[in-house]
């Protein structure tokens, strides 16, 4: 047996991961959990999640992802607080090297590596980040109930989240760095005729403007700056919602697993299987349309029947 061989490696310990390390688990592969830079995934940056079923009352991300971490460590799954810095999929078995420099060899891998939010690159925005800026509108958009907030970005997904927040904010400034946008025509007209909705062109973000209230850090507003003549001027406002994509965390497995033009995994369709036998994707690494926790954790389950399956019908013990 070689060492630090492995039946399962799960790559990613967010919904997917820890949900795919549960079923593994109960399935007594004890598999072994890389959790990454960002243990938890993007619930970790998160604060009331109300939408996981199952928490009348709403849960903190982290809290979320902490029971979730003992519920497979319960089962036997283990945990190491460590990045994959490569990967030999096409190996048998399977390389997983590690940032500490230890190797690894697995009959599976499980990828939840997830993808991470694009956000402005400005030191007042990581500041507020989890504290009134938000990436996901449908995660956050309910706790800005007649308050006033601004979407950035000129895609359809800045226009559907703009839309969307109208139902709980008061006021949704658009703000977009160009005069023209990405989005589709129909996208753009549904969201120029929501009479709550006020778009603001040719303008960025220079700073994002915030207080403390009793050891709380919360957003007033944002400096926005135009981009022809350099005026700024403020915006009063209690949330900032920054919708300019998603990047899949799959750098380390390029030129290994097929991928869509975004970078993004493909599996096998209503599956979690990819091209490479014994590798599995699930998560935000391979959805680029819902990327919910709800539908993260799913294919998290998904992953470890499939892998289960694979084992099986190769007769690995």
């Known amino acids: 047996m070689l060492q630090n061989h492995e039946k399962i490696i799960i790559i990613g310990s967010g919904p997917a991961g820890l949900t795919a390390a549960i079923y593994a688990a109960r399935a007594e592969y004890s598999p072994l959990v890389f959790e990454g830079m960002e243990p938890g995934g ?8 109300e939408n996981y079923p199952g928490f009348e009352h709403g849960i903190q991300g982290p809290e979320l992802m902490d029971t979730m971490r003992k519920q497979a460590e319960k089962f036997g799954a283990r945990t190491k607080f460590n990045e994959v810095v490569e990967v030999d999929l096409k190996a048998t078995p399977k390389v997983v090297k590690t940032d500490d420099g230890e190797v690894y060899t697995a009959d599976v891998v499980i990828i939840a590596t997830g993808a991470s939010a694009r956000f402005l690159g400005i030191e007042s925005e990581k500041e507020y ?8 509108a449908t ?46 025509k129909i996208m753009t007209e549904r969201a120029r005729k929501n009479p709550k909705i006020e778009f603001k062109t040719g303008v960025t973000i220079k700073e994002v403007l915030g207080k403390e209230v009793m050891g709380n850090k919360m957003v007033t507003g944002a400096l926005l700056e135009n981009v022809k003549d350099g005026s700024t001027e403020v915006l009063d406002v209690e949330g900032i919602f920054i919708a300019i994509g998603h990047d899949p965390n799959t750098k380390i497995f390029a030129g290994q697993l097929e991928m869509d033009s975004k970078k993004y995994l493909i599996t096998e ?12 994707a699930c998560g935000d690494v391979a959805d680029t349309i819902y990327q919910q926790a709800v539908t993260a954790a799913g294919s998290g389950c998904m992953a470890a029947l499939d892998a289960q399956s694979w084992l099986e019908e190769n007769e690995i013990q």
């Not at 369709?269 to 599995?280: A, D, Q, R, Y």
């Open 42 to 49: 993007q619930l970790t940056i998160t604060t009331e999640v």
């Open 129 to 136: 980040k989890g504290k009134g800026v938000s990436a996901c």
């Open 139 to 184: 995660c956050d958009g309910f706790f800005y109930k007649n308050q006033r907030v601004i979407v950035v970005g000129g895609g359809d997904s800045a226009m559907e989240e703009a839309n969307y927040l109208t139902k709980f904010a008061s006021k949704v400034y658009l703000v977009h760095r160009r005069d023209e946008f990405r989005a589709s």
């Open 269 to 280: 369709p209503g599956t979690t299987k990819t091209k490479i036998p014994g590798v599995f």
